[in-house]
């Protein structure tokens, strides 16, 4: 790949579902000993704002760069010792009582809901409720068949089946049709307890109380997908986009490829860190 399309198109390591390597770090250059304030300022954004892409980042899955209005304009320079400072600053973020309070927060809200449950009502109850609902619908009827004769005919049928559905009701209060009413409304209010407990097996899962453990995961996601990245891998201009001439490679997730485009130095270098920030974690 020419250097200039290397320059336009290559992206740092964003993990899946969130663990942040910043993709800008293989466009921006300045020396490590500007660590400070002076990466904010020559990003074209505050320390807050930046902290806050990388908690984004982190948390949502997908990489912040909006406002990054400057990232184009800084030459390439030392990517790797830049990369590594960016995910030493990331590691530090993120282990702050901030981002663990926030971490908390975003948790809880995260947190499934149960469905709200019908009463589950006696046979009494239900056969009291369907007999009010049947005499209801035949004082309707005959209200209508009075209001227009020329109906009466034609509401015969239905005004004798709700009559007899009303005897059925009041001789029978098993009825069939009460009973399958009640099991109907247990059965619905169990489909929601078993969802809700279901979703909330995921969510435990997903967002353990101990930030590290979710930290752990996502880091481990990023390292999963971005091994095996064939650095020598060929492109070819199809399209008007550079494309990967061993097809398969175009089929590799989103942070292979990234990974791919910001080289072998940034990649390796923030495998091994993350690699080493897992160990810790566990």
Do not use: C
């Amino acid at each position: 790949m020419k250097r200039k399309e290397q320059r336009k198109r290559a992206a740092g390591i964003v993990a899946s579902f969130g663990i942040i390597v910043f993709a800008f770090v293989s466009l921006i250059s300045f020396r490590t000993e500007k660590m400070g304030d002076e990466i904010w300022k020559m990003l074209g954004i505050s320390k807050q704002v930046g902290s806050e892409k990388i908690r984004n980042s982190f948390m949502n899955g997908y990489l912040d760069h909006y406002g990054l209005k400057n990232i184009k304009n800084i030459a390439i320079n030392d990517r790797p010792a830049i990369a590594k400072d960016l995910l030493a600053y990331t590691k530090q973020y993120v282990s702050s009582e901030e981002f663990k309070k926030i971490y908390q927060k975003w948790r809880e809200d995260a947190k499934p809901e149960m469905d709200k449950l019908v009463p589950i009502r006696s046979l009494e109850e239900i056969q009291k409720e369907e007999i009010a609902k049947i005499e209801k619908s035949i004082k309707d009827i005959e209200k209508s068949v009075k209001e227009m004769p020329d109906m009466a005919s034609a509401m015969k049928p239905l005004l004798d089946m709700q009559k007899q559905t009303l005897k059925d009701y009041k001789a029978n209060p098993k009825h069939e049709y009460l009973v399958n009413i009640k099991l109907g409304d247990e059965y619905s209010n169990k489909s929601k307890v078993d969802s809700h407990a279901e979703r909330m097996k995921k969510w435990e899962k997903n967002y353990p109380v101990e930030v590290n453990k979710y930290v752990a995961v996502r880091l481990q996601e990023m390292l999963e997908s971005t091994k095996d990245i064939d650095y020598n891998a060929q492109l070819v201009e199809k399209y008007g986009k550079k494309r990967f001439v061993n097809a398969k490679y175009e089929g590799k997730n989103t942070e292979w490829k990234q990974g791919f485009r910001a080289g072998k130095d940034v990649t390796e270098m923030a495998r091994t860190f993350v690699q080493q920030w897992l160990n810790e974690l566990k």
